[in-house]
């Protein structure tokens, strides 16, 4: 998980009131580990103060300058920002303007940046302040999230074609069918427990620790996940929701759940291997035989063709299809498909890269999990 984005707050000591708010209100990204902010009521006894803020200027990514008549008239506060926005041009840091109280700010030096609220009524003229501030924080949010890039690490997979279903050495007789995969990007690593709460505020269920891969999730938790993830990066959600019924926007740039032939593919590549990491049977490439989930990655000896990571053997992740018998495919059903077998597996042939199961999307269990992909949707070929 990444390390929170180090937040400073200039302010003139008139506006410590709003000042506090803010805090209060930022307290739920500080809670997801999204951003740090120091605190300048922690400056110790006998420190050089006007030093100390230059540093902690200097040492942010984020710097919130608290717009005000008495910010734009404190010596201090124009330090600051001129250090600030020397930064922000330098690409060092961002510098975000937050209108406190009506003043004349337009000939400012930060009036060329976007100031929130984007409708320039200052947070004090607001009836509902926490209004305002849920806007201005969901703006922090959003900017934090671009400093800190992608939250994933996603990995390339190119398109092919190959025959999906029964794999040379694998204990199954499924029929094959012949599917063509176009170019996409997928997760390497299932997503973690760290990375579920940091989007959704809410930890997956239990085993808890950042590490591991976010299981006790349903089909629809994912689904949320993924469009959750796809506005904090600014990109177009894959999915519409309502209840818990769930369309698929096929143009859409956002993360989505790979389809289940876009997952196999990913795990076996070009020549059909039956397990992710090639043909010899299960051993010391996986998270398996055991009585929990490992943290992902630990098992780099069962790679995918493709340098995917855990696909068989830790937790089992859903894709977007409904389990339906192959000729099937897209096909709508009552379950969705779970791939890739789990720890608790004692059979070879349940953490083939072919084999599959379903479960009702509302189920949450603590085998299965999900990894996130963006790209084409793969086009059946026969």
Not at 118 to 136: F, G, T, Y
Not at 183 to 199: A, E, F, H, K, W
Not at 207 to 212: G, I, N, S
């Amino acid at each position: 998980m990444r390390a929170p984005l180090r937040v400073f707050i200039s302010y003139a000591r008139e506006d410590e009131a709003p000042e506090r708010e803010l805090r209060a209100h930022l307290q739920i990204l500080v809670r997801r580990g999204a951003i740090r902010c120091w605190d300048d009521r922690q400056t110790g006894a006998g420190e050089e103060w006007k030093q100390t803020y230059l540093d902690r200027v200097r040492d942010a990514r984020m710097v919130l300058f608290l717009v005000s008549k008495d910010s734009l008239g404190s010596e201090h506060c124009r330090e600051e920002l001129e250090e600030a926005m020397a930064r922000h041009r330098q690409g060092r840091a961002r510098v975000i303007p937050i209108l406190l109280r009506a003043c004349a700010w337009e000939q400012e030096p930060f009036h060329v940046l976007t100031v929130v609220p984007r409708s320039l009524r200052p947070v004090w003229a607001h009836r509902d302040r926490d209004r305002a501030w849920v806007e201005i924080v969901s703006e922090i949010e959003t900017a934090a999230a671009g400093l800190q890039g992608p939250l994933l690490d996603l990995v390339d997979v190119p398109g092919g074609r190959f025959h999906m279903g029964n794999a040379d050495g694998a204990e199954d007789e499924r029929p094959v069918h012949l599917v063509e995969i176009s170019p996409l990007r997928l997760g390497r690593c299932p997503v973690t427990q760290g990375q579920y709460r940091s989007v959704m505020d809410l930890p997956p269920g239990p085993p808890a620790e950042d590490a591991l891969p976010a299981s006790n999730v349903s089909w629809l938790d994912a689904v949320l996940f993924c469009n959750r993830l796809s506005a904090r990066e600014r990109l177009r959600a894959a999915y519409d929701v309502e209840g818990t019924s769930v369309t698929w926007r096929q143009d859409a740039d956002g993360y989505r759940l790979p389809t289940e032939a876009e997952w196999e593919w990913a795990a076996r590549g070009a020549d059909g291997r039956p397990y992710p990491w090639g043909p010899q049977p299960p051993e010391h490439q996986l998270c398996w035989r055991r009585t929990a989930p490992s943290p992902v990655g630990s098992f780099p000896a069962g790679a995918s063709p493709f340098g995917l990571l855990d696909m068989a053997g830790n937790v089992g992740e859903w894709c977007w299809d409904f389990y339906v018998p192959y000729p099937e495919a897209g096909a709508p059903g009552e379950t969705r498909v779970v791939r890739g077998g789990c720890f608790s597996d004692v059979d070879a042939a349940w953490v083939s890269a072919t084999e599959r199961i379903g479960y009702e999307p509302s189920r949450r269990l603590d085998m299965v999990g999900f990894r996130c992909a963006r790209g084409a949707r793969p086009a059946a070929a026969g």
